[in-house]
């Protein structure tokens, strides 16, 4: 093989090719146009130059300073006298991305470094993004939507206001109890569902609105244990911000995905969003849930009494048309919790 | 270039050729986001480039590839820029009241300015036979193109939201008309607003002197939207016809024990109802548009013409969608080189003269990237 090669040579002032003979030497680049009238000899050194990639199709183009370049005129060629002459061009990534065991070992890294970020990063830096919201907007966010739910979903409680007394003061001493350095402010509301289907229901607010449902507090009559239960899992997503922290997590998770598939579609991008979202959600029950053992045992309620609450809740669920498949649509969803049984052992184990 | 000989001569054609394939960028996408996903996306310009440089150099003209000249490093300061604009508009939004109204404000003032840079920084890096690209509107064009339609979206809405009373948290009659009529202006002049952003785009291509100009009118636009609206409202009824027929047959709606037959049925209608609301639309409007906008995009020297067929390209989206939901994404480096091949090899460059005769005008640009980073980080589309 001779030590030159020809290329087709652009001085980047006009579109016309010419040809041009490259030669490497004292570690710069010598291009020598050929032909008629053609431009004057010159040489760039090696050091500023970014070779071109090597693809099975594409092109090799070079860009050389002040506007000029140079492109292929046979690729085998120009690939064989590029790694003779200058060596090694491409980077440690090029490489990666050039054999199919590079990339094998990249998507094991890839998957691993999605999961420890879905796992342990973006809750931790979410819990970051909360702590810098002001409670300012939770208590701005809550009082629209518990205003947009009494306009459609919701109608005052039935329950006699003794009733509703009693379970406030109990459960405001339950949480001194709990948290004798002081809770966050919370605040308990009780309303009924303008449908029926709506049940047994329970739901925390973003700045500390705990909504209860009559149908939730008649589902075991005379047993109070149960719904300070509920009302404990409740304060826990109100104390941890998990509506907050949610909405940072949505949004982040939405951004990874527009970046990773930018290029056209939003029908596909949209379903790893919501898979995330629900993951992060069950997380969350679950964290609840533990607040929820923790105040029952500060106030010396056994943990059992949610058992209890959630084989009344299956029972309940029987009873409704649509059967089990069917989870509450607000708030205390129970389509979206972890699976029943595994709660009901969850709490048990806790009254051991 | 004398322009009266060159008319006078058939023209020359020369097609577009896209050589990238799918297991090649399958390969590059993937470390592409292994980088970015371990640096917290400070490595997003380098990928970009990356990307860029394959597509590039794998489309061919004349018999030349294309290349694309932006400097990683110099872009990773737009990226930073546009990322913190994101964030502020996404918490912004997530907040009530002013915060939304003002993240909406700003995002309308500065959609336009991000436009026009993104155009001016993608062409200036773009070129062809050592020539780079230059797009020639300004800025003010891009505000005269795009700020009408967006203030028609916005400012209904932004209005109802101030007139509502607080008491009864319900827009009051005024507002919700307000917004009813906001819409429908929007619906009714989006081919409009369309065709003035594209013409904004495609009188302004540049290169080597050559300025292109866009011929195609307004009504041929609104001719492209009524026909789909046509085939949109054909497929449902298509659909309400079967679904009825089936329902009659009492295949659906029997409660309980969930059979093998039913799900089969089930995903066949949802496989159906993905192809006819979102695909067929979506393929007709973007082959139509394409070979309405590209085929009248030229001037006497040089022309486009774009011949992209609407069949092939409709199963080739519909094998995409079901292969990225069977592969769980897996397969969408491939659909995107197939659907860049799709469109890009429907189109031929018409010159009259000599492809050699080209001369660079203006001195060497600079543009900033932070457009173009904004354009891909808020899924802008410069049609490009």
Do not use: C
């Not at chain 1, 009693?166 to 459960?171: A, I, K, N, Q």
């Amino acid at each position: 093989m001779s030590e030159a090669l020809e290329a087709r040579y652009f001085d980047g002032l006009s579109s016309r090719p010419q040809r041009a003979r490259l030669a490497i030497a004292d570690a710069r680049l010598q291009v020598t146009p050929l032909g008629d009238g053609a431009a004057t000899p010159f040489a760039v050194p090696l050091a500023g130059l970014r070779w071109p990639e090597r693809t099975r199709h594409g092109g090799r183009l070079l860009a050389l300073p002040g506007g000029a370049s140079l492109q292929a005129q046979d690729v085998t060629q120009w690939d064989a006298w590029v790694a003779q002459q200058v060596g090694a061009t491409e980077s440690r990534v090029v490489r990666a991305q050039q054999s199919w065991r590079g990339v094998a070992v990249g998507l094991l890294l890839l998957l691993a470094a999605v999961g420890a970020m879905y796992q342990w990063g973006l809750p931790w830096a979410a819990r970051g993004v909360t702590a810098l919201v002001p409670h300012r907007v939770d208590a701005l966010i809550g009082t629209r939507t518990l205003a947009q739910l009494d306009d459609t979903m919701l109608r005052p409680s039935a329950l006699p206001v003794a009733d509703q007394e009693r379970l406030r003061r109990t459960f405001t001493r339950m949480v001194e109890a709990a948290h004798p350095e002081g809770a966050p402010p919370w605040n308990l509301q009780f309303r009924q569902g303008r449908d029926k289907a709506l049940g047994p229901n329970a739901l925390a607010l973003p700045g500390g609105t705990i909504v209860l449902t009559d149908a939730l507090v008649q589902l075991l009559p005379g047993d109070d244990d149960a719904v300070l239960g509920v009302l404990a899992h409740e304060f826990g997503h109100v104390r941890l911000r998990h509506t907050m922290r949610q909405l940072v997590q949505a949004s982040a998770v939405g951004f990874a995905v527009s970046v990773a598939f930018g290029d056209f579609g939003t029908l596909i991008g949209t379903a790893p969003v919501l898979l995330a979202t629900l993951g992060y959600s069950r997380d969350a029950e679950r964290e609840a849930d533990e607040e929820s053992v923790r105040l029952m045992r500060a106030a010396g309620i056994s943990p059992r009494a949610m058992a209890g609450f959630f084989e009344a809740i299956e029972r309940w669920r029987g009873t409704q048309p649509g059967g089990r498949a069917q989870g509450g649509s607000i708030g205390m969803a129970f389509a979206t919790h972890p699976a029943t049984a595994e709660r009901i052992a969850f709490f048990k184990a806790a009254a051991e | 270039m004398d322009i009266d000989t060159a008319a006078a001569t058939a023209p020359e054609r020369h097609p577009v050729r896209f050589t990238a394939s799918g297991s090649e960028y399958f390969r590059i996408w993937i470390v592409n986001l292994l980088l970015t996903v371990v640096t917290l996306g400070i490595y997003l310009p380098w990928a970009k480039v990356r990307k860029l440089k394959y597509f590039y150099a794998n489309t061919w003209v004349g018999g030349d590839a294309l290349d694309f000249h932006g400097e990683p490093a110099r872009m990773l300061r737009g990226t930073l820029i546009a990322g913190v604009f994101l964030i502020a508009y996404l918490v912004a939004g997530a907040f009530s009241g002013w915060a939304e109204l003002l993240a909406a404000v700003a995002f309308v003032g500065l959609w336009p300015a991000l436009f026009h840079a993104s155009l001016r920084f993608r062409l200036a890096n773009t070129s062809w036979r050592g020539l780079r690209f230059h797009f020639a509107g300004d800025r003010a064009g891009a505000y005269g193109a795009m700020l009408p339609p967006l203030m028609l979206a916005i400012l209904p809405l932004a209005l109802a939201g101030l007139t509502v009373d607080p008491g009864s948290r319900k827009p009051s009659p005024l507002a919700s008309g307000l917004i009813g009529f906001g819409m429908l202006a929007f619906a009714a002049s989006f081919p409009f607003f369309l065709w003035k952003l594209r013409r904004y785009q495609h009188d302004h291509f540049t290169l080597g002197g050559l300025q292109t100009r866009l011929t195609a009118r307004a009504g041929s636009v609104y001719g492209v939207f009524l026909r789909m609206l046509g085939l949109g409202i054909l497929a449902f009824v298509g659909m309400a016809l079967v679904f009825g027929l089936f329902a009659s047959l009492g295949l659906i709606g029997r409660k309980a024990g969930a059979s093998v037959a039913i799900l089969t049925l089930l995903g066949l209608f949802a496989i159906g109802g993905v192809l006819l609301f979102n695909i067929l639309p979506q393929s007709y409007l973007q082959v139509r548009l394409q070979n309405l906008f590209w085929s009248a995009t030229g001037n006497p020297v040089l022309r486009f013409d774009s011949q992209m067929k609407l069949g092939p390209y409709i199963g080739l989206q519909l094998r995409n969608f079901l292969l990225i939901f069977l592969t769980l994404g897996l397969y969408w480096p491939f659909a995107v080189v197939h659907t860049r091949r799709a469109r890009l090899e429907a189109v031929t460059l018409e010159t009259r003269g000599s492809l050699d005769a080209l001369t660079r005008t203006g001195g060497q640009e600079n543009p900033a990237a932070v457009g173009d980073m904004a354009a891909d980080l808020f899924g802008m589309d410069i049609g490009l």
